[in-house]
C-alpha cells in the first residue's frame, strides 16, 4: 500500500493520527460542534494539506484515500478529541510532540512526492511547506480564525526547513531513508523549540510596539 520506507511510513501514520487529534482539539475549543463536526475538523486537519498536493500535482486519488489506515487513525484521533477533550488537557506538551512528528514528516513527503511529480526546486518546497500545514490551515478557517500558520509560533519555518532540506537533498543526489529522517528531525526539532521556549517568527515593528505597551501597562 505505500512505497515509502518503513520507518518514514510508521512516523507518517502517527503524524496523521496526531493532525488529527490536534485538529479535533481545537475545533473542541474554538467552537461549538457535534461529534460529526469534531471527527470532520481532525479528518480535514490531518488530511487536508496532503489532499491539496495531490490535487495539484495530478496524483488522483489522493494518496490518503487509497490506505484505510491514514483516515482510519485520524478518525480515531478526532473521537479521541472528542471524547476525552478535558482529559487531553494535561497532555497537550506530549500532543505538541506528536504534532511535530506529523509536520515535519508531511513536509519531507510532500517535498519528495513534488520532485517525483517533476516540478522544480521552488514550487517542491512550496508544496511540502502545503502538505504540511495545509490542514490546519483549513480548518482554523472553517471555524472563523486566523490561520495559527499565520499568527504565532514557529510553523511554517521548520516546515520550510524540513522541505528545503528534503529537495537539497535530492537535488544533490544523497536522498534515503537517513537523510529524510535527518530533514524531519531538524524540522521536529525548531517546532519543539518553538513550542518549548515559546518562539515566535518576527512580526512588524508597529505590532511589537502596540504588544510592549499592552506589557508595560498591564
Partial sequence: MSSQPTALFALDLTGTFAFGLNGALTAVRAARLDVVGVVVLGLITAMGGGFIRDVLIDSLPPATLLD??????ATLGGLIAFALSRHLRRLERAIDVLDAVGL???AVIG???ALDAGLGVAPSI?????????GGTIRDTLVGRIPTVLRTGLYAIPALV???LTVLTVETGVYGLPAAL???A????IRVLG?????????????????DSREAGA
Fill in 68 to 73: 484505510w489506515r491514514y483516515y482510519t487513525l
Fill in 104 to 106: 515535519s514528516t508531511f
Fill in 111 to 113: 517535498a519528495s512526492k
Fill in 126 to 134: 512550496l508544496l511540502g511547506v502545503i502538505t504540511a500545514v495545509g
Fill in 162 to 164: 524540513g522541505s528545503a
Fill in 182 to 184: 535527518g530533514a524531519a
Fill in 186 to 189: 531538524a524540522c521536529f526539532l
Fill in 195 to 211: 513550542v518549548r521556549y515559546g518562539l515566535n517568527a518576527p512580526e512588524p515593528p508597529e505590532t511589537r510596539g502596540r504588544k
